[in-house]
């Protein structure tokens, strides 16, 4: 697959002609990084908005490049899209995390679920339900480990073989939130016909909310409705107490953001994690 992507490189694409010289050069890189073991994954803990606890985490992906130091993923999935790498990038992070998920099992610390971010390309062109499957097998993992987070967008493009996907992992017991709500144009009850786990609101809502005490109908009138619809949801971007006490107030289920811990290095999830133990 990767020699296909690097023929497919081409300077006469269309994409190419709006990509500034960086993104040539990092795209360049990007063929190599998965063989040079340069991708790695950050850890950052979802909480209970009621006990504090942790109850989860996100894995976020991070690029440790040999001259750059660390990229971002807004710098570099973008362009593993144009390039064809994102599927190898994304069976990558999935395989990653189940194989880290069983380390800390094997250490005999008390694990939370860890969700894995799906790109909108990965998720219409890989058999995500059976790639999954495999890497559980391989790992021993318990399907309840993992986690999936997909947007509306990815939902909407394909939504007839989208409901059908969601539909398998349901049967795995392999959970699904919706990332990023709010940003798109779908209504809460158009995903009705999702089996979905959870619904995460947007950090631009979340950001929102301020010290003025001015109501953020939006935020609030999301939690209701995903709530009618069974949903848990999870406010992204939380970085102060005022933020989290409104967001409790209306109910939110868990909380994600720096005010509660910034995404950190295996290691110091892992220390959580033992912490979590004695605690
Ligand atoms: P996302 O899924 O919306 O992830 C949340 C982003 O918000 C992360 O940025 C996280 O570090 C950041 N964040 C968390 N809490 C706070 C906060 O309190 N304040 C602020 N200002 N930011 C906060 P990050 O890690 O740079 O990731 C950016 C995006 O890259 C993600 O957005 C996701 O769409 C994508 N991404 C990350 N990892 C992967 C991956 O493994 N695969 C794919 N396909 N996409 C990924
Ligand atoms: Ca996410
Ligand atoms: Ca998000
Ligand atoms: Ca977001």
């Not at 102060?240 to 994600?256: I, K, M, R, S, T």
Request: hydrophobic letters at 45%.
């Amino acid at each position: 697959a990767k020699e296909e992507g690097r023929n497919t490189f081409c300077f006469f694409s269309p994409e190419i002609s709006t990509a500034t010289l960086g993104d040539l050069l990092l795209e360049n890189d990007l063929f190599g990084a998965l063989d040079r073991q340069e991708l790695l994954m950050y850890y950052q803990p979802k909480v209970d908005a009621g006990s504090g606890e942790v109850v989860g985490a996100e894995a976020l992906i991070r690029w440790q490049h040999h001259e750059r130091g660390l990229v971002s993923p807004e710098q570099f999935i973008r362009l593993a899209e144009e390039n064809g790498l994102i599927n190898a990038i994304g069976e990558w992070a999935i395989r990653n995390v189940c194989a880290q998920q069983r380390a800390w099992l094997d250490a005999g610390l008390l694990v939370v679920p860890v969700a894995v971010n799906i790109s909108a390309l990965q998720f219409a062109q890989q058999d995500l339900p059976n790639m999954l499957a495999h890497v559980l097998a391989d790992y021993g993992l318990p399907p309840q480990l993992i986690e999936l987070e997909l947007t509306e967008s990815l939902l909407m493009r394909n939504s007839a073989r989208a409901a059908l996907v969601l539909d398998r992992l349901r049967k795995m017991h392999v959970q699904v939130a919706l990332d990023d709500f709010g940003t798109g144009y779908s209504s809460l009850s158009y995903l009705r016909q999702f089996p979905l786990h959870a619904l995460k609101i947007d950090r631009s809502f979340v950001s929102q909310i301020d010290e003025n005490g001015e109501p953020v109908r939006l935020a609030s009138a999301i939690i209701a409705m995903a709530h009618e619809l069974d949903l848990v949801v999870i406010a992204e971007g939380v970085e102060n107490e005022v933020q989290a006490n409104y967001l409790a107030a209306h109910g939110c289920d868990h909380f994600q953001g720096y005010f509660y811990g910034r995404p950190q290095a295996v290691e110091d999830f892992g220390k959580l994690l033992a912490g979590r133990r004695l605690g």
